[in-house]
């Protein structure tokens, strides 16, 4: 069973969840040419887009991997170390 999650951009369209990034806090990118990024914070007051670069996503997303592998989170390690892959390599 996979568990992807989507999120409808009011510009780019369908967004694809990477990963959470902190509490309240996500990176997603773009669907289809996953060359858009975005840190999504959930608020009380609603979602807040921030665009970052393709870079600081990577950064993210091996800041994430690190901290799966240190805690022994293997099946999630797993799973982003396939979509750092897919995306960034």
């Known amino acids: 069973m996979t568990t992807e999650t989507y999120m409808n951009h009011p ?5 694809f969840k990477v990963c959470p990034v902190e509490d309240n806090q996500e990176l997603f990118t773009t669907l ?3 060359r858009l ?5 959930q608020s009380p007051a609603g979602l807040k887009f921030e665009p970052i670069s393709r870079s600081d996503a990577k950064m993210l997303v091996e800041i994430r991997l690190r901290m799966l ?6 099946e999630p390690y797993q799973k982003l170390q396939i979509i750092h892959q897919q995306t960034f390599l």
């Open 11 to 15: 510009n780019f369209g369908l967004l």
């Open 32 to 34: 289809y040419a996953q």
């Open 37 to 41: 990024f975005f840190l999504v914070t």
């Open 69 to 74: 592998r240190r805690t022994g989170q293997m």
